[in-house]
């Protein structure tokens, strides 16, 4: 996306911290990898088990903010 660790920080609310780990090969709790992930799917990218990441051309993802969302807290 071509974003810094900072701008995904602001558009995910996750830590430049843990955003620095997992680039380095760190596993992170999985409520944070679903705010990376819904950050991600927000612009249009989207995750499919066992494919690389995609553009969608019509997928605008789950949510701009994944903490309004029903399920958010079932991650925790």
Avoid at 4 to 20: D, H, P
Avoid at 34 to 56: D, K, R, V, Y
């Amino acid at each position: 996306m071509g974003w810094s660790v900072e701008a995904l920080a602001f558009r995910s609310g996750v830590s430049r911290n843990a955003i620095r780990r997992i680039e380095d090969g760190a596993e992170l709790r999985a409520v944070t990898m679903q705010a990376l992930a819904f950050a991600f799917e927000a612009e249009g990218l989207i995750f499919i088990p066992s494919h690389l990441p995609m553009i969608g051309d019509n997928c605008r993802g789950s949510t701009r903010s994944p903490r309004t969302r029903d399920d958010y807290h079932l991650l925790e």
